[in-house]
């Protein structure tokens, strides 16, 4: 009877030792490697950012609204020359759709500058407009004496597009043609015509 004891005690005895690896395993944690971080290229971002303003201009010139108002995040605000401050996406839109409904507004839109964070993460650009409408068909364009700055704030989104965040649009004075063409000239960027979010009055 104390030898048949003695076996089972021997064999389960066994069986838990043989079963200490399994347990061990099972009870591992398994360690992942952290995701690579792509490395911060400024120059890409600028690019990328070029990229997005030729889009906007092109939807600005077929008189696209939506694909105008798509560069701007759904958070971003839009401020505009005597306005109160547009800082939602419906309000930034019909900004848009009655600047792009009128048939007689033109603009000179001239990309001075762009800077890049050193994380190419953010992105600020500027830009000269100058507003003019066109009386009547038949008749050269009149210039409405509007002349304003135009700052833009980017942030890259999680998908790795570039969105205005932040659009600041101040008017200027009135300066001489000749004089304001010479200053941004020297940018090195040339101007496009086109209708953009800065209304006449």
């Given at each position: 009877?104390?030898?048949?004891?003695?076996?089972?005690?021997?064999?389960?005895?066994?069986?838990?030792?043989?079963?200490?690896?399994?347990?061990?395993?099972?009870?591992e944690t398994a360690v992942l490697d952290?995701?690579?971080?792509?490395?911060?290229?400024?120059?890409?971002?600028?690019?990328?950012?070029?990229?997005?303003?030729?889009?906007?201009?092109?939807?600005?010139?077929?008189?696209?609204?939506?694909?105008?108002?798509?560069?701007?995040?759904?958070?971003?605000?839009?401020?505009?020359?005597?306005?109160?401050?547009?800082?939602?996406?419906?309000?930034?839109?019909?900004?848009?759709?009655?600047?792009?409904?009128?048939?007689?507004?033109?603009?000179?839109?001239?990309?001075?500058?762009?800077?890049?964070?050193?994380?190419?993460?953010?992105?600020?650009?500027?830009?000269?407009?100058?507003?003019?409408?066109?009386?009547?068909?038949?008749?050269?364009?009149?210039?409405?004496?509007?002349d304003s700055a135009s700052q833009s704030?980017?942030?890259?989104?999680?998908?790795?597009?570039?969105?205005?965040?932040?659009?600041?649009?101040?008017?200027?004075?009135?300066?001489?043609?000749?004089?304001?063409?010479?200053?941004?000239?020297?940018?090195?960027?040339?101007?496009?015509?086109?209708?953009?979010?800065?209304?006449?009055?």
């Amino acid at each position: 009877m104390k030898l048949r004891c003695r076996v089972i005690v021997s064999c389960a005895l066994g069986l838990c030792l043989a079963g200490l690896p399994g347990c061990d395993a099972a009870n591992e944690t398994a360690v992942l490697d952290a995701p690579v971080k792509e490395t911060p290229d400024p120059a890409r971002a600028e690019a990328s950012i070029k990229e997005a303003q030729a889009a906007r201009i092109a939807a600005l010139n077929r008189r696209d609204v939506d694909g105008a108002v798509s560069v701007y995040a759904p958070n971003a605000t839009l401020v505009v020359p005597n306005a109160t401050p547009l800082t939602d996406p419906a309000s930034i839109r019909a900004n848009y759709a009655s600047l792009l409904g009128d048939d007689g507004m033109v603009m000179t839109v001239t990309p001075t500058r762009t800077w890049v964070s050193a994380g190419a993460d953010f992105a600020v650009t500027t830009a000269r407009i100058t507003v003019h409408r066109n009386s009547n068909g038949d008749r050269p364009r009149i210039d409405t004496g509007i002349d304003s700055a135009s700052q833009s704030v980017w942030q890259r989104q999680a998908d790795g597009t570039w969105k205005i965040v932040s659009e600041y649009n101040v008017a200027l004075p009135a300066r001489d043609t000749d004089a304001d063409q010479a200053n941004t000239g020297t940018s090195g960027e040339t101007g496009d015509e086109v209708a953009i979010g800065v209304p006449a009055d």
